[in-house]
């Protein structure tokens, strides 16, 4: 039996938020902490787009994918400073002074947000239900983050969280949008290959001066890859299948892969309370796919 768009975009999306999920282990990896610094947060957010940029080109290149067209240009730079410049660059300068638990309060509102900005730009209008079950989810990634992180003490890192959020929230949006009239992987390539001339030269700038870790440059591989380019294939595809709004609500189970993720990255430890909550985060995904979301 042949899948519905809407199913294929959510089991898109899944597979999106499931790559996403180990950016913030990742990303903690590779720039180290305050007592072991490793490669520095500017490093990591301009050279995972570099990288990232570098192969866009050669996979624009190799299935010949046509220029933007004139009226994309604008969204595509909105796309690019979301999520090539603005999430890596805000998460990585926080990320060594926050651990992944800590982080997860900030971007465990990332579905909210996006919803919203999906919202607005494609003139949608969810149901009282829809936006109840997309609260609701938050409020449980928020309220479960908060009481691992035994409560929240705002600092300059979790401003950088929250500009990172808003920043990710509208490159998902834009990105989304293109993806109805354009190929979702030829999307993330050209926002990538437009902030090349931002991204090249300040990443060579911030090269590291001194020796890090094979784990640092291994993490700083997977975001530059995976994070950056790759995942953005499938979640950009299941977005323009599925609708944004929709299915910016699975990105609420992100944070508790990423603290399976970390597990054996950082040394976190799964309970049976994060189990349960994990479960009700799915249940209110399921719920909410459910509920109406008219057209303007």
């Not at 610094?37 to 050669?58: K, Y």
Request: aromatic fraction near 10%.
């Amino acid at each position: 039996m042949r899948m519905a768009p809407e199913t294929r975009g959510l089991w898109l999306g899944l597979l999106g938020v499931a790559i996403f999920a180990m950016t913030l282990p990742m990303t903690r990896l590779a720039v180290g902490t305050d007592g072991a610094p490793q490669l520095s947060g500017e490093f990591v957010a301009m050279g995972r787009a570099g990288v990232a940029g570098l192969l866009s080109m050669g996979f624009l290149l190799a299935t010949r994918a046509p220029l933007p067209l004139k009226a994309d240009l604008v969204p595509l730079l909105w796309t690019s400073g979301g999520v090539v410049l603005g999430f890596p660059l805000f998460t990585s300068l926080a990320m060594r002074h926050v651990e992944a638990v800590h982080a997860s309060v900030i971007v465990g509102l990332l579905p909210m947000a996006t919803a919203a900005v999906g919202a607005r730009l494609h003139r949608q209008r969810p149901s009282a239900g829809f936006w109840l079950c997309a609260a609701l989810g938050s409020a449980l990634v928020v309220g479960f983050a908060l009481w691992r992180a035994g409560g929240l003490a705002l600092h300059a890192a979790d401003l950088l969280l929250l500009a990172a959020v808003g920043c990710a929230a509208v490159g998902y949006g834009f990105g989304g949008r293109l993806s109805q009239r354009m190929r979702a992987d030829h999307v993330i390539c050209w926002a990538l290959v437009i902030a090349l001339p931002l991204t090249l030269p300040l990443g060579w700038w911030s090269r590291p001066q001194a020796a890090a870790s094979a784990a640092a440059w291994g993490a700083f591989g997977y975001v530059a890859v995976f994070s950056m380019w790759l995942g953005f294939f499938a979640w950009y595809r299941g977005l323009a299948l599925g609708g944004t709004v929709r299915v910016s609500q699975v990105q609420l189970v992100q944070p508790f892969l990423s603290m399976l993720f970390a597990v054996p990255l950082l040394g976190e430890r799964l309970d049976a309370v994060t189990l349960g909550f994990s479960v009700a985060v799915i249940a209110t995904v399921f719920i909410g796919r459910k509920m109406p979301v008219r057209s303007d």
